[in-house]
C-alpha cells in the first residue's frame, strides 16, 4: 500500500507571525538575503496541486501582471462568491472537507496549500492539514496579515527538520494525528 499524498502548508512568515502587512506589502519579506532559491524549485517539483484563498489569488494577478505563476499544476482558488473558471484555476465555493478529501483520494503528488492566512483557518479547524514548512523571515512587522488568526482551534506538531537559507530559517512540521 502507498502512502496517500499529503496536503503541505509552504509560506513564509515574519518572525512575528504576520504573511504580508496590512497594506498586503511583502517588500520586508523580499528584502531578506536568502539562498539560492530558498528551497522553492525543490518543493515545487513536489506538488502537482494548489491551493489558494481568494485574496492570494488577486494578490498574485495583481503582482504578476496578470500572468499566473503556477500554469502547469493543478489550481483551486476557494471563494465564498460563485465565479467563472479560468483557463488556470477552477474556483471552489462548495463544502472544503468533502473537496479535500476527494483529493487527496486521487493519485498524484503532494498538495501545497499557499494560503493565506483566513483559508488556512477553515483547514487548520477541519484538521486538513498534514504537514507544514514555513520559512521565517528575520524580520518584526508588528502588524499584518497573521499567518495563524486567533481562533479556536489547537495543532499538536512534530518537528521533522530544520533548514537554513542564510537570513532565513525553515521550520518543517508534520501534524500529529
Ligand atoms: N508570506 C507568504 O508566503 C504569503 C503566502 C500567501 C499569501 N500571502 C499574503 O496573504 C494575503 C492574503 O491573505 P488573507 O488571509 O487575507 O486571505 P486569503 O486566505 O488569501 O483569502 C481569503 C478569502 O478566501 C476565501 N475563503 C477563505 N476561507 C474559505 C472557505 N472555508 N471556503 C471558501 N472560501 C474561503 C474567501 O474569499 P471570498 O471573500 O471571495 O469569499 C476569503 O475572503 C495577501 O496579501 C498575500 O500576498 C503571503
Same mark, same amino acid.
Given at each position: 500500500? &502507498?502512502?496517500? !499524498? ?5 509560506? +513564509?512568515? #515574519?518572525?512575528?507571525?504576520? %504573511? +504580508? ?14 539562498? $539560492? ?24 494577478? &495583481?503582482?504578476? +501582471? $496578470? ?12 471563494? !465564498?462568491?460563485?465565479?467563472?473558471? &479560468? ?20 493519485? $498524484? ?12 483557518? #477553515? ?13 521565517? +523571515?528575520?524580520?518584526? %512587522? ?8 486567533? $481562533? ?10 530544520? !533548514? ?9 512540521? #508534520?501534524?500529529?494525528?
Amino acid at each position: 500500500m &502507498t502512502d496517500k !499524498r499529503k496536503l503541505v502548508l509552504y509560506i +513564509a512568515t #515574519s518572525l512575528d507571525g504576520y %504573511i +504580508a502587512t496590512n497594506e498586503e506589502s511583502l517588500d520586508w519579506l523580499f528584502q531578506v538575503e536568502g539562498e $539560492g532559491d530558498n528551497g522553492y524549485s525543490e518543493f515545487y517539483k513536489s506538488v502537482d496541486t494548489i491551493l489558494i484563498g481568494k485574496k492570494t489569488y488577486d494578490w498574485v494577478m &495583481t503582482h504578476e +501582471a $496578470g500572468e499566473f505563476p503556477y500554469k502547469n499544476k493543478q489550481c483551486y482558488v476557494f471563494t !465564498r462568491t460563485v465565479m467563472q473558471n &479560468t483557463k488556470d484555476v477552477s474556483f471552489i465555493n462548495g463544502d472544503i472537507v468533502d473537496f479535500i478529501h476527494q483529493l487527496k483520494e486521487k493519485e $498524484g503528488k503532494n498538495i501545497w496549500i499557499v494560503g493565506g492566512g483566513d483559508l488556512l483557518q #477553515s483547514f487548520i479547524k477541519e484538521k486538513l492539514i498534514d504537514e507544514l514548512i514555513i520559512t521565517v +523571515a528575520p524580520t518584526i %512587522i508588528g502588524k499584518g496579515i497573521p499567518l495563524f488568526k486567533e $481562533g479556536e482551534y489547537q495543532l499538536d506538531l512534530t518537528l521533522k527538520a530544520t !533548514r537554513t537559507y542564510n537570513q532565513f530559517v525553515e521550520l518543517h512540521y #508534520s501534524v500529529n494525528t
